[in-house]
């Protein structure tokens, strides 16, 4: 059976490449039937910010990564590093330097540091042995450490398991993913309005690529779409904190934050200037819609929309009117999520300028 793991240091929301980490970690235990765990590098204080492992949970909830084992923290473990670093000692395969740090003998590698705590390497070594893990998959810039750990691992009597490494995720220019492109991290799509299933998918489609990869905003946007398709009403009006009826305003939007601005539009729509002209169109939509049910479905406002332009009605000055917006949801939806008694007080409001 496989057991995985996947180690953040605890430094805030996930970079996307780290998201990939953890996304190809749960693949591989699902596709194996084994385990996944979750372990917190928090050994490096300069590596560590306030909430930063909360950030992390929270970004994995959100992507629905569930894991089986852990958070595992690295700084509860310190006894357990000590004990190893002690067998590579008394083995003769590390050294101890006057200022009390320890280092592996054959390259000099740093195991503990002088003030007693372990480093990264051993620590990152420590835990892979004794958590039982049969494969690290982890992105490529740890490539350098393979053989440094391989060699810690045998130093404290044990075999690194097996490494995969992947690909980084680079930006759609091709270098190095940062906060410059605005789209490196996991809260950064979350507030660009990218669902949690269009992110999901976008990392499972990558799987576990060789070499690195460019983020391919478009495709992102195509799974935004389809995501968005996949939700039901209730999921995407509680994602957009709107009531369920607005659900098929926010049908046509692609991003939630799109959703988020159609469903404002039609619950507190700004009010609007109109041109003198729309008087005319104002008056037709008035005679109409006081005309027909309390309520439309989409086919009713669709046929009141038809009318309405074949009476000679302007459908951008009717948008303005009833959302103070010159683009927006799809109108007929816009008709149908308004009362009767909504749609002609917008209309009227309007009118009386
Ligand atoms: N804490 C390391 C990192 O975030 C983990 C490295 C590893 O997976 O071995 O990069």
Do not use: C
């Not at 990558?206 to 799974?223: Q, S, T």
């Not at 607005?246 to 200037?273: I, M, N, Q």
């Not at 046929?303 to 109108?331: C, F, H, I, M, N």
């Amino acid at each position: 059976m496989a057991r995985v793991r996947f180690a953040p240091s605890p430094t805030g929301s996930l970079h996307l490449g780290n998201a990939l980490t953890a996304v190809a970690n749960r693949q591989f235990a699902e596709k194996h039937g084994g385990d996944f765990v979750l372990r917190i590098d928090d050994t490096d204080p300069t590596r560590t910010v306030d909430e930063g492992d909360a950030a992390i949970l929270d970004d994995l909830a959100w992507l629905g990564i569930s894991f089986d084992e852990g958070p595992v923290r690295q700084s509860e473990r310190g006894e357990l590093y000590a004990e190893a670093a002690k067998r590579a000692l008394a083995a003769g395969e590390a050294e101890r330097d006057d200022d009390g740090a320890a280092r592996l003998a054959r390259d000099g590698t740093t195991l503990v540091r002088a003030d007693g705590t372990a480093t990264y390497q051993l620590a990152s070594v420590v835990d892979d042995l004794e958590l039982e893990i049969t494969h690290i998959i982890r992105g490529s810039d740890h490539r350098p450490n393979l053989e440094r750990q391989q060699r810690i691992a045998r130093a404290v009597g044990g075999i690194l398991p097996e490494v995969i490494h992947h690909g980084l995720v680079l930006g759609p220019d091709g270098k190095k993913l940062s906060k410059r492109h605005g789209h490196s991290s996991i809260l950064d799509l979350r507030g660009d309005g990218f669902p949690a299933g269009a992110v999901r998918a976008y990392l499972e489609e990558l799987e576990l690529p060789e070499h690195d990869v460019h983020l391919d905003l478009a495709r992102l946007r195509r799974l935004a779409v389809d995501a968005i398709a996949a939700m039901t009403d209730e999921e995407l009006t509680e994602a957009v904190d709107a009531p369920l009826e607005l659900a098929p305003v926010l049908r046509g939007a692609r991003s939630l934050v799109e959703a988020g601005e159609y469903a404002r539009l039609v619950s507190k729509p700004a009010p609007a200037e109109l041109p003198a002209e729309a008087a005319l169109t104002l008056t037709r939509f008035l005679e109409l819609r006081s005309g027909a049910p309390e309520r439309l479905d989409h086919a009713e406002a669709r046929a009141l929309l038809r009318e309405l332009k074949a009476v000679g009605g302007d459908l951008r000055a009717l948008r303005l009117a009833l959302t103070g917006a010159a683009t927006g949801p799809e109108l007929a939806a816009v008709l149908s999520a308004l009362t009767r008694a909504d749609a002609l007080a917008r209309a009227e409001r309007v009118g009386r300028r």
